[in-house]
Nanobody, 122 residues
Framework: QVQVVGSGGGLAQAGGSLTLSCAAS????????MGWYRQGLSVRRDLVAT???????SYADSVKDRFTISRDNVKNTASLQMNNLKPEDTGVYYC????????????????WGQGTQVTVSS
């Protein structure tokens, strides 16, 4: 089985910074994409940033010039560096990963982390 764990949330002042970490574990052959999604006041989870297995990144327009997503292929981890935080960044951030499990019976996987709270005060 493959598991995904997100961490690093906390309380920050507007203009401050936080770093979120996502770690995938288990028998993994390859991770196709990892990303972060935010759940604000609504139930909907909105894409914040993703990075694929070629290192290509995608960002929501609202965070494009403030957040940076990166990866470590050896450790099967991804980080989201969040700078110049704004109150509207507040929400629960969920890490997501998809790829292929390892072993002779390799199969695709699609997993969500447990979510980590980010609160930004004005």
């Amino acid at each position: 089985q493959v598991q995904v764990v997100g961490s690093g949330g906390g309380l920050a002042q507007a203009g401050g910074s936080l770093t979120l970490s996502c770690a995938a574990s288990g028998t993994i052959f390859a991770i196709s994409e990892m990303g972060w999604y935010r759940q604000g006041l609504s139930v909907r989870r909105d894409l914040v940033a993703t990075i694929d297995n070629g290192g290509h990144t995608s960002y929501a327009d609202s965070v494009k010039d403030r957040f940076t997503i990166s990866r470590d292929n050896v450790k099967n981890t991804a980080s989201l560096q969040m700078n110049n935080l704004k109150p509207e960044d507040t929400g629960v951030y969920y890490c997501h990963a998809r790829g292929y499990s390892g072993g002779p019976s390799s199969r695709p996987f699609d997993r969500w982390g447990q979510g980590t709270q980010v609160t930004v005060s004005s």
